[in-house]
């Protein structure tokens, strides 16, 4: 994990976006494009985390079609998309993670060598963004079920500080244990979102979190003594 001071803009999605809808609408996805400032960004998929599955990738491809210049970055082969070199993300204005193993994903981005390609795309301005393991990976830990029940994994990128949890209350036991291991000190102060919400970072920091639903929540989860306290993030709906 590097020393160096992330500067940046990242899109941390607990769950939502295009590929937790019927029809691949999301409005934290319009509202991630607008951020952009541009009529029509160039938007790069990645994937790894699912071992760059097709099915996922022309979900991406169909939801941004029309509104962006999209493409795929495929780690474990080029078709039917073509791009394997990582280069190109220093080309684009927003590069968006998909969900599936986070352990997976920071094996396979560290021998390709993306986390010092994705600090300095962010540092030139491209948005980082990702949803569920592509929520953790930015984190310097995360709650994840790569190793099949979850566990806690302490070895993210770190562009972020403290823990991530993703899927909090749309999915069995994340709650639950969450609170357990940041209450016993194997997970440092977390930030939870659940699904269809997302919390926007700049340089490090917590700007707002976003909600496509009403009631969806999200936490900074902090130990304190022997106990867990979980301190609710404001969640603006998006209109």
């Given at each position: ?15 939502g ?5 019927d029809d691949?609408s ?16 160039k938007?790069c ?6 071992g ?5 990738s ?12 999209t493409s795929v970055?495929s ?5 039917p ?10 080309e ?6 998909g969900g ?7 094996a396979v ?22 949803i569920s ?18 566990a806690p ?9 403290g823990?991530a949890?993703?899927?909090?209350l749309?999915?069995e036991h994340?709650?639950?244990?969450l609170?357990?291991?940041?209450a ?6 977390t ?11 700049r340089d490090?920091?917590l700007?707002?979190a976003?909600g496509?639903?009403?009631g969806?929540?999200a ?5 304190d ?15």
């Amino acid at each position: 994990m590097s020393a160096q001071p992330f500067r940046g803009t990242i899109l941390t999605l607990g769950g939502g976006g295009f590929s937790m809808s019927d029809d691949g609408s999301s409005r934290i996805d319009d509202q991630l494009l607008e951020l952009t400032g541009t009529h029509r960004p160039k938007v790069c998929f990645v994937p790894t985390a699912s071992g760059d599955s097709p099915t996922y990738s022309a979900r991406f491809e169909q939801a941004f079609e029309g509104r962006a210049d999209t493409s795929v970055l495929s780690l474990f082969g080029a078709d039917p998309w073509g791009h394997n070199d990582p280069q190109m993300l220093l080309e684009q204005d927003v590069v968006y993670v998909g969900g599936g193993s986070t352990a997976n994903l920071l094996a396979v981005w560290r021998y390709h060598g993306l986390p010092d390609i994705l600090r300095q795309a962010a540092a030139q301005g491209t948005l980082l963004a990702g949803i569920s393991a592509g929520m953790n990976c930015w984190f310097e830990a995360s709650s994840t079920d790569s190793f099949g029940p979850l566990a806690p994994l302490r070895d993210g990128l770190g562009f972020l500080p403290g823990g991530a949890c993703p899927h909090l209350l749309g999915e069995e036991h994340r709650r639950s244990s969450l609170r357990m291991w940041v209450a016993s000190g194997e997970m440092p102060t977390t930030h939870a979102a659940d699904d269809h919400v997302a919390l926007l970072w700049r340089d490090g920091e917590l700007i707002e979190a976003w909600g496509e639903d009403q009631g969806r929540l999200a936490f900074r989860v902090e130990r304190d003594g022997e106990e867990a306290i979980e301190r609710e993030i404001p969640v603006r709906q998006l209109i």
